[in-house]
Protein backbone atom coordinates (compact mmCIF):
# COMPACT_ATOMS: atom_id res chain seq x y z
CA UNK A 1 0.00 0.00 0.00
CA UNK A 2 1.30 3.63 -0.57
CA UNK A 3 1.70 6.53 1.75
CA UNK A 4 -1.08 7.80 2.98
CA UNK A 5 -2.34 9.63 6.75
CA UNK A 6 -3.73 7.45 9.41
CA UNK A 7 -7.75 6.95 8.64
CA UNK A 8 -10.27 8.33 11.71
CA UNK A 9 -11.35 5.06 13.88
CA UNK A 10 -14.46 3.55 12.19
CA UNK A 11 -13.84 4.91 8.81
CA UNK A 12 -13.74 2.62 5.53
CA UNK A 13 -10.28 3.33 4.51
CA UNK A 14 -9.48 0.83 1.34
CA UNK A 15 -11.11 -1.66 -0.65
CA UNK A 16 -9.77 -4.67 -2.26
CA UNK A 17 -10.05 -7.35 -4.79
CA UNK A 18 -9.28 -10.74 -4.52
CA UNK A 19 -9.88 -12.73 -7.64
CA UNK A 20 -9.48 -16.08 -9.41
CA UNK A 21 -8.27 -13.77 -12.83
CA UNK A 22 -6.67 -10.69 -12.15
CA UNK A 23 -6.04 -9.89 -15.82
CA UNK A 24 -9.82 -9.55 -16.49
CA UNK A 25 -10.71 -7.88 -13.54
CA UNK A 26 -7.59 -5.23 -14.20
CA UNK A 27 -8.86 -4.77 -17.88
CA UNK A 28 -12.28 -4.77 -16.95
CA UNK A 29 -11.84 -2.11 -13.91
CA UNK A 30 -9.49 0.48 -15.56
CA UNK A 31 -11.71 0.54 -19.02
CA UNK A 32 -14.77 1.22 -16.18
CA UNK A 33 -13.73 3.61 -13.92
CA UNK A 34 -10.39 4.67 -15.53
CA UNK A 35 -8.29 3.55 -12.60
CA UNK A 36 -4.68 3.46 -12.80
CA UNK A 37 -3.26 0.45 -11.07
CA UNK A 38 0.36 0.43 -9.66
CA UNK A 39 1.97 -3.33 -9.53
CA UNK A 40 4.04 -4.49 -6.39
CA UNK A 41 5.53 -7.06 -4.58
CA UNK A 42 3.42 -7.66 -0.92
CA UNK A 43 4.44 -10.18 1.28
CA UNK A 44 5.64 -12.48 -1.80
CA UNK A 45 2.48 -11.99 -4.64
CA UNK A 46 1.91 -9.54 -6.96
CA UNK A 47 -0.26 -6.65 -5.77
CA UNK A 48 -1.95 -4.72 -8.09
CA UNK A 49 -2.69 -0.82 -6.29
CA UNK A 50 -5.83 0.85 -7.60
CA UNK A 51 -4.94 4.44 -7.96
CA UNK A 52 -7.40 7.43 -8.20
CA UNK A 53 -7.08 10.89 -8.43
CA UNK A 54 -3.62 10.48 -7.03
CA UNK A 55 -5.00 8.14 -4.22
CA UNK A 56 -4.52 4.96 -3.68
CA UNK A 57 -7.69 3.68 -2.43
CA UNK A 58 -7.18 -0.28 -2.93
CA UNK A 59 -6.00 -3.10 -4.20
CA UNK A 60 -6.55 -6.41 -6.37
CA UNK A 61 -5.13 -9.58 -6.06
CA UNK A 62 -5.45 -13.14 -7.35
CA UNK A 63 -6.92 -15.35 -5.12
CA UNK A 64 -4.46 -18.19 -3.77
CA UNK A 65 -5.11 -22.14 -2.77
CA UNK A 66 -6.19 -20.87 0.82
CA UNK A 67 -9.70 -19.32 -0.71
CA UNK A 68 -10.69 -22.88 -1.80
CA UNK A 69 -13.49 -22.37 -3.59
CA UNK A 70 -14.43 -18.93 -2.54
CA UNK A 71 -15.67 -16.82 -5.76
CA UNK A 72 -13.81 -13.40 -6.67
CA UNK A 73 -15.05 -11.09 -3.92
CA UNK A 74 -14.87 -7.33 -2.84
CA UNK A 75 -13.37 -6.74 1.05
CA UNK A 76 -13.82 -3.37 2.78
CA UNK A 77 -11.55 -2.26 5.55
CA UNK A 78 -12.72 -0.05 8.02
CA UNK A 79 -9.83 1.40 10.44
CA UNK A 80 -9.99 0.54 14.21
CA UNK A 81 -7.05 2.34 16.64
CA UNK A 82 -6.66 -1.46 17.74
CA UNK A 83 -7.28 -4.22 16.39
CA UNK A 84 -6.62 -6.99 18.62
CA UNK A 85 -8.89 -4.81 20.97
CA UNK A 86 -11.48 -4.77 18.80
CA UNK A 87 -11.11 -8.78 17.26
CA UNK A 88 -11.98 -9.46 21.19
CA UNK A 89 -14.92 -6.86 21.53
CA UNK A 90 -16.47 -8.64 17.76
CA UNK A 91 -16.66 -11.78 19.36
CA UNK A 92 -18.11 -10.21 22.88
CA UNK A 93 -21.01 -8.70 20.70
CA UNK A 94 -21.69 -12.28 18.86
CA UNK A 95 -19.55 -11.71 16.20
CA UNK A 96 -16.55 -14.43 14.82
CA UNK A 97 -13.44 -13.47 13.71
CA UNK A 98 -12.52 -15.28 10.72
CA UNK A 99 -8.63 -14.43 10.17
CA UNK A 100 -7.66 -13.07 13.73
CA UNK A 101 -5.22 -10.02 14.02
CA UNK A 102 -2.08 -10.93 11.48
CA UNK A 103 0.76 -8.10 10.74
CA UNK A 104 1.07 -6.98 6.81
CA UNK A 105 4.63 -5.75 6.45
CA UNK A 106 4.80 -1.55 5.85
CA UNK A 107 1.23 -1.57 6.48
CA UNK A 108 -0.14 -2.08 10.05
CA UNK A 109 -2.29 -4.98 11.35
CA UNK A 110 -5.80 -6.50 10.51
CA UNK A 111 -8.69 -9.29 10.89
CA UNK A 112 -11.40 -10.52 9.26
CA UNK A 113 -14.45 -10.27 11.01
CA UNK A 114 -18.27 -11.59 10.55
CA UNK A 115 -21.45 -9.74 12.35
CA UNK A 116 -23.78 -11.57 13.88
CA UNK A 117 -25.71 -11.58 10.49
CA UNK A 118 -22.57 -13.20 9.28
CA UNK A 119 -21.68 -10.08 6.95
CA UNK A 120 -18.06 -10.14 6.34
CA UNK A 121 -15.44 -6.89 6.72
CA UNK A 122 -12.18 -6.31 7.88
CA UNK A 123 -11.02 -4.48 10.67
CA UNK A 124 -7.20 -2.51 10.06
CA UNK A 125 -4.88 -0.83 12.51
CA UNK A 126 -2.18 1.33 10.56
CA UNK A 127 0.94 1.92 11.06
CA UNK A 128 1.39 5.15 9.42
CA UNK A 129 2.74 6.77 6.59
CA UNK A 130 4.36 4.24 4.25
CA UNK A 131 5.92 3.67 0.99
Not at 111 to 120: E, H, K, R, Y
Request: charged fraction near 20%.
Amino acid sequence: MAERTIPTHGAFCWNELSTTNVEAANSFYTKLLGWTLKESNVCGMTYNEIVVGGRHVGGIFKMGAEFGSAPSHWMPYVAVEDVDASAKRVEELGGKVCVPPTDIPNTGRFCVIDDPTGATISLITMTGANS
